[in-house]
Each structure stands twice: as structure tokens, then as C-alpha cells.
């Protein structure tokens, strides 16, 4: 092969246009023809659309028959179709459920996991007890507003208090790369510190490993905790009924929209800080003055559409919310915009995504408000029977349109 | 916020929506396309449709600049990438196209040194960081974007860079509206013209649709509102009988373009002489290449490009789609074989391309959604 322009080469021959859009339309007439003697023959469903419309192709169907293929398609058995792992993977959105749901819960199917909710439930003795675990890999490690040590104890404390629990005792690992500061994990350590206290929790075990320069990014952590439930509630994403209300703790998409600033590759500023905080207070104050809690989640990568989602999945419901009511600080909508993304799918670190009774809607409204960490707290949407399985968001505009799970962003590494 | 709410009024929406309603004929079908592929965006991810009478009809175009980029070149930009010592970079919509082995994303993956940029200038700067690599940026778009590419260029030459290279993508906007004109598949009844294209080569190109074709052009915005409201002037136009270029994006586009930028394309890029669209096959004069002055910079010439044509996949109906003969959902494998998250064809990658964006926001037929709405 040698170096050479394609306009150059001899595959696309010598007097260019006239030819090949000729033989292209050739052949779409060809192919047209064909089609239409063939649609000839089948009703016309599309008969509507006046003189001149195309005839309908065989074997194309009508859209609601379409749809509802897809539906099926969308039901079936999640494959892992790469052959490697790619940053969608690992982004919490559409590829990264498919991961975990074709490998690892393929592979270590049981009760306990099957739900996939943000900590497992479990009887130890006739205890009841959370336990999740998740690890930390954001960068940049400090940031507006918190640093990879917070964020780490907040956000394992977060999934404990979604789950209905108690949290208790934290587990830190660490994974830090030759070269790493010693002043800067001092920095990360303190912070975990002061996140453990003012959640009211405590770290009991570690564990360290230090590997070669460049085969991490600095410092990244693990934590596991365990919490007690003590009182027996059924939440669950999937417990979701029609009728129900749906609400978010505060203004979201702070953390997503300042670690993207943070990494400094895009010259943007806004005077945005991260969300990062311990939710056990709120989440307390919340089951008790609203039994009537189906659900709650922090809503984390994927951010809010893809909590909604997990909603409509898995209660077979339609989710309906309106963007007007959805809270998004002016800096974060700005950001987004400039940057082409939709604030629904930006990381939270500090943000319930609660679904409720809608009779205990205004308790559970103004339990959330009445906390530091919920005062911006508003009801953004409900639980409607059809179509099941779909988010719908009434746009500012006055349309209405589909918020899927987020497909691969390539968003930078935010948790 | 300011300059955005304004344009996503639904009081002024539902005002527009009537004028447009009162403008048509009764029994008559009008059929406009929005050529590029930020407006189809803008459409789904507003909802506009459910503005719109039945019997207005959008059809999608072929202003998606990853959507047009044959696989042929995907591959090559991949053999290109795969070179020792090279650094690929692409915009970001860039990284999922899927060429016959895969995407950047998959070679990326594969230990293939690809990174995704923001603007060619940040090839620029990985290029002065890495003096012992060589940086090609994998330039795509229309116009839109070819005088970002233009000025890189430009300035990699009077810094004296030389481990820099573009692989040279872009294309023009005017001659694929030209093919869609003379298909015979579609009948249009005009077209919503492109925003961002028009403020580099202004409005001036368009005139031959609007004198030799007979057909209404109206060059809009990306807000929600500017359609609405192309869609109202692109109406007025038909129901006085006239076809004419109309501009509503004045406040960004001006009549001759933008002077600066058209120079800065022709001082470092020329036309040639028939380039391989996605779907819609060789088009002459429809893109461009870096010219001779600046051969140090054309990594076509730098490396060894295959230039091999590679058919689409059979199942693939990406032409059709471009073309606005078939919609979205008409295609054999939308939504169950080809997904966003595992797309076979280049229209369901981008967020501008009409598969993903009917899939991502409108995958829902009208009467449910108003059932949903209204309930």
C-alpha cells in the first residue's frame, strides 16, 4: 500500500459524480421499483399521506408494531457484545447495566443481589443488616467542595441510608501509586475523618496496597460498609406504583458539572462546588414522617434519568416528570448547555431521588425541606401506569419526549 | 437563563403552532427537512412534533457530520492510528463510529493511543507536549467546522510544528443537498437550511434550491422557537407562492458568511474532485483536502492511508435515513439490531444523527404520548 489521498485512488474511477450518483440512483430506482410492484400487492397502511407520498416498502410495518419490537428487544437477555472493556463500561449507564447484569449477576446469581439496589439486606443472627461497598477513582482527587476521601465515606454512608439502614462501621482500602504525596493522603485521610464523624460512623479496617508509577492515578479507595435496618420497610425501585409522587432532595447535578470544571480541560468557570454529603440525617428524618416512602436513591452516575429508569424497569410503570419542576442551579444548566449535556444525567453525590405515596407526599416534602440537606427539595413528576418501562419528560417547550438510560457517555471519571 | 429561556417559550410556541395550523391547505401534505443535524436534535429532545399539524411532516437530512463519514474512512483513520508513535485525536462523537473492526472507542481499548478532544487545538497542544510523537487530529464536519481545522493549521505552521498532521474529513454542505434534489425518492416541499453552516458560507449558496428547484429555503436557528418558526416562514412562503432563501437566524448568520473564516478555509484547504458520502455514494467537489502549500500538515500524504472503499453492512439503511426517504423507525434493524449502545450505523451513533436522537427522545408514537400527556 502506498501513501496516497483516496480521491486519488482508482476505486472510485475516473469521471467521478456523473457515474456514481447515476449508478446510485440507478439503483435506488431499481430497488424502488421492485418494491413498490411488490407493495403493490400489500395493503397501503400509509394511505393518508396524500398523492405522491412513497409507497410503503414490504415488509415495513407500522410504527406502534415497531415499537413494540424494540420493546421486546429492550426485555431480552443482556449480552456483553465487546470483546474488551470500554469507558462506557464503567459511565452507569445503559452498558454498564448490561455488564453487570450479564457477568456478574450471571455469575453470582442470588436473592440477596438479584434486586441490585444499593445495598444488599440481610439477616445475620436475626439481625437485620445493609452492605455495599463501591469504590473511588475520581479525578481529579481534590475538588470544589470535597476531595476522593469524603466523597468515599459519603457515598458508601449514602447507600447504606437509601437502603433503610443505619450505617455503622466503614472499611477503607487504599491503592496508591509509587509517588504519590504523603501530604496529600494525610489531606485525603483527614477528610475521611471528618465525613466519618459527621455522619456518625466509624472506619474499623483497611487495607493498603501501593502499585508501580502509572499503573493508577495517584490514589484511588474502596470502601464497604454495614448498617442496621431497624425497622422493616419494603423500598425497592421496584415497589413503584401508579399514583405515586416523585421528588428530588435538592438542585442536582452540582458534583457531575464541578469535577468536569475541575480537570480544567474545557476553559469554562462557573461558581459551582460539588454536593458530596452524608444523606443519614435526611433519609432518618424522611422514613419517619412519611411511612408511605417506596423508594429512595442517591443518585449518582447516571444521575437522575437513570435512578428514574431503574424506577420504570423495574416497577413496570411510566415515569412521567416535568423539566420545568426538575431543580438544576442556573451555573449547572448553563455549564451543561455549553457543554451539549443533559444536567437529568449529570452525577449527584448528595441528591435523593425519593418515590412516594402520593398521600404522604407533602410530609414526606416537607420532612426533607425542614433538613439542611433537602431544603431545595421539590416534586418533580409521578407514577403513571402506561407505557410501563418509559421515562417521559414534559419539556420546558411545552413537547413531550423519552429520557433513556444514558448510552456511554464518555464522561470523564466522576466517583 | 438568559438568550435560552426566551427561545423556549411554550406561550409563544402554542401561538406559532396555530399560525402554522391556519396556513394549511386542506388535504395537502407539506413535507419540509431540516438538513442539519442539530435541529433534529433540538426537535426530539423538545418535543416539537407535537407541535406540528399531521399533516406537517419533518424529514431528517444529511447534516450530521459523523453520520456521512463512510466506514472506508474509519478504517483508514484506524490503520492511521495504529502506526507507531502516533496519537489520534478526535471530537468526541467521533470515538463510537464503527468502522469494519470497530470503533476508536474499541481501539482505544485495545492500547491504540486515541484521545478525545474539544477543539483541534488541543491536538495542537498534545502535539507540543509529546515532541517525540506524531499527533494527527481526525478532522470531521462541514463548514461548521472546517475554519477551526483551517486556523489550527495555520498556526501549526508559523509556530513550525512538525510532528502535527490533520486527516482530512471535512465536507460541504451544498453539493449533498443537491443529490437529495435530484433523488428521485423524495419529494420535499422545502427546507429548513442550516444555522451553523450558513454563518461561515452564508446564505448566498442557497439560492439555487429556492430558483432552480422552486423550493422555499429558510436558513433557522437551534432553539426550539427558531424552527417553530422556519416552519411558519417556510409555510407563508408556500401559501403566497413564493420560494425564496429567507434568513431567521439573523442575529447569528450573515447574508455573506463569515469573510474571516471562508479565507482561512481557502488559504489551507481545497476542494476534491469527488469524496465517498455514507450512504449517499461519490459526490464531486463535496469535501475537502489540505492543499499542497500545506502538504507537512496532511497526514494522508504523512502516512499510509489503505483508501480501501468498504461497503456499509447489508442491514444498514443509514442512506436512506440521510436522505430522508426512509424515517427512523422504517429501517430493518432500528432499535432492535442497531442501538445507541451498539450501533451499526453511523446515524444512531451522534447525537445529532436522526436514528439516535428518534430512539434517545421520540421513541414513542404521537397519540401515546398525548395520551400521557394530557392524562
Not at chain 1, 456523473?18 to 424502488?32: F, G, I, N, Q, Y
Not at chain 1, 482527587?141 to 449514602?158: W, Y
Not at chain 2, 496532511?298 to 483508501?307: I, Q, T, W
Request: with cysteine.
Amino acid at each position: 500500500m502506498t501513501a496516497g489521498r483516496a480521491d486519488t485512488g482508482t476505486d472510485a474511477g475516473g469521471s467521478v459524480q456523473e457515474d456514481h450518483s447515476a449508478a446510485w440512483v440507478a439503483d435506488a430506482l431499481r430497488e424502488h421499483d421492485e418494491l413498490t410492484a411488490l407493495a403493490a400487492e400489500l395493503p397501503n397502511p400509509r394511505d393518508e399521506r396524500g398523492p405522491g407520498a412513497p409507497q410503503p416498502l414490504p415488509g415495513t410495518v407500522r410504527e406502534e408494531q415497531v415499537l413494540e419490537r424494540i420493546d421486546r428487544a429492550r426485555r431480552s437477555r443482556p449480552r456483553v457484545k465487546e470483546e474488551r472493556i470500554t469507558m462506557s463500561h464503567g459511565a452507569g449507564g445503559k452498558a454498564t447495566r448490561t455488564l453487570v447484569e450479564a457477568i456478574f449477576l450471571d455469575a453470582f446469581r442470588n436473592p440477596l443481589l438479584e434486586p441490585l439496589e444499593d445495598a444488599a439486606r440481610l439477616d445475620v443472627n436475626g439481625s437485620r443488616v445493609a452492605l455495599t461497598t463501591d469504590s473511588y477513582v475520581v479525578s481529579p482527587l481534590f475538588f470544589p467542595g470535597g476531595n476522593i476521601g469524603d466523597l468515599a465515606v459519603n457515598g458508601t454512608v449514602n447507600d447504606l441510608a437509601v437502603s433503610g439502614a443505619v450505617p455503622l462501621y466503614l472499611s477503607a482500602g487504599f491503592i496508591l501509586e509509587e509517588g504519590f504525596g504523603v501530604d496529600d493522603l494525610r489531606r485525603i485521610v483527614a477528610s475521611m475523618h471528618d465525613a466519618a464523624a459527621a455522619a456518625g460512623v466509624q472506619v474499623v479496617t483497611g487495607d493498603t496496597k501501593v502499585v508501580e508509577k502509572g499503573k493508577a492515578d495517584g490514589c484511588y479507595i474502596n470502601t464497604a460498609g454495614i448498617g442496621v435496618i431497624e425497622r422493616e420497610t419494603a423500598l425497592g425501585v421496584a415497589q413503584a406504583r401508579p399514583g405515586d409522587v416523585v421528588m428530588v432532595s435538592g438542585p442536582i447535578g452540582d458534583h457531575g458539572i464541578t469535577i468536569m470544571l475541575a480537570r480544567g480541560e474545557l476553559d469554562i468557570e462557573a461558581d459551582v462546588i460539588s454536593d458530596t454529603a452524608p444523606l443519614n440525617g435526611l433519609v432518618a428524618g424522611l422514613l419517619a414522617a412519611a411511612p408511605g416512602i417506596r423508594a429512595m436513591r442517591d443518585a449518582t452516575r447516571g444521575g437522575v434519568a437513570t435512578i428514574l429508569n431503574e424506577v420504570a424497569t423495574d416497577a413496570g410503570v411510566c415515569v412521567v416528570v416535568t423539566e420545568d419542576d426538575i431543580p438544576v442551579r442556573p451555573e449547572v444548566r448553563g455549564a451543561s448547555e455549553l457543554l451539549g449535556i443533559d444536567p437529568m444525567y449529570v452525577a449527584c453525590e448528595g441528591r435523593l431521588v425519593v418515590v412516594v405515596d402520593s398521600a404522604d407526599a407533602a410530609s414526606a416534602l416537607a420532612a426533607m425541606r425542614a433538613h439542611p440537606l433537602g431544603a431545595g427539595a421539590a416534586i418533580i413528576g409521578h407514577v403513571a401506569e402506561d407505557p410501563p418501562g418509559i421515562v417521559l419528560l414534559k419539556t420546558s417547550f411545552g413537547g413531550t419526549r423519552i429520557v433513556d438510560l444514558l448510552v456511554g457517555d464518555p464522561l470523564p471519571r466522576i466517583c | 437563563m438568559r438568550f435560552v429561556d426566551e427561545f423556549r417559550n411554550a406561550d409563544q410556541a402554542h401561538a406559532l403552532s396555530a399560525k402554522i395550523a391556519g396556513l394549511c391547505e386542506p388535504g395537502r401534505h407539506y413535507k419540509f427537512m431540516e438538513v442539519c443535524g442539530g435541529h433534529t436534535h433540538t426537535i426530539y429532545k423538545h418535543g416539537l412534533e407535537d407541535y406540528l399539524p399531521e399533516s406537517v411532516e419533518l424529514v431528517h437530512g444529511p447534516g450530521c457530520p459523523v453520520c456521512v463519514i463512510p466506514m472506508g474512512r474509519v478504517d483508514d483513520a484506524m490503520h492511521l492510528a495504529a502506526n507507531p508513535g502516533v496519537i489520534m485525536t478526535s471530537f468526541g462523537d467521533m470515538m463510537r463510529v464503527p468502522g469494519s473492526n470497530g470503533s476508536f472507542f474499541d481501539a482505544k481499548a485495545q492500547g491504540t493511543d486515541i484521545r478525545m478532544v474539544y477543539s483541534p487545538l488541543d491536538s495542537l497542544k498534545i502535539a507540543r507536549q509529546n515532541p517525540d510523537k506524531r499527533v494527527v487530529f481526525m478532522a470531521i464536519g462541514f463548514e461548521t467546522t472546517a475554519p477551526s481545522t483551517a486556523m489550527t493549521v495555520l498556526r501549526a505552521a508559523a509556530e513550525g510544528l512538525e510532528n502535527f498532521s490533520i486527516f482530512c474529513n471535512h465536507v460541504t454542505i451544498v453539493p449533498a443537498i443537491k443529490a437529495i434534489l435530484d433523488s428521485p425518492d423524495l419529494r420535499l416541499d422545502g427546507f429548513i437550511g442550516p444555522g451553523h453552516v450558513s454563518t461561515v458560507i452564508g446564505c448566498r449558496p442557497y439560492e439555487f434550491i429556492a430558483r432552480d428547484y422552486g423550493k422555499p429555503v429558510v436558513v433557522a436557528g437551534f432553539e426550539p422557537l427558531d424552527i417553530l418558526q422556519s416552519i411558519y416562514m417556510l409555510m407563508l412562503q408556500l401559501s403566497e407562492g413564493r420560494s425564496e432563501v429567507e434568513n431567521q437566524y439573523t442575529r447569528v448568520v450573515p447574508w455573506d458568511g463569515n469573510l474571516v473564516a471562508l479565507k482561512a478555509i481557502g488559504e489551507t484547504m481545497e476542494l476534491r474532485p469527488y469524496f465517498e458520502w455514507r450512504g449517499l455514494g461519490f459526490i464531486s467537489h463535496s469535501a475537502l483536502r489540505v492543499r499542497a502549500e500545506y502538504a507537512r500538515f496532511d497526514a494522508e500524504l504523512l502516512f499510509d492511508v489503505p483508501g480501501v472503499r468498504v461497503a456499509d453492512p447489508k442491514a444498514c439503511q443509514c442512506g436512506e435515513v440521510l436522505k430522508g426517504v426512509l424515517k427512523p423507525w422504517e429501517c430493518k434493524v432500528f432499535g432492535t439490531a442497531c442501538t445507541p449502545e451498539t450501533p451499526i450505523g453511523t446515524c444512531m451513533v451522534s447525537p445529532e444523527g436522526a436514528c439516535a436522537a428518534y430512539y434517545n427522545f421520540g421513541r414513542l408514537s404521537r397519540k401515546r404520548v398525548k395520551e400521557v400527556s394530557n392524562s
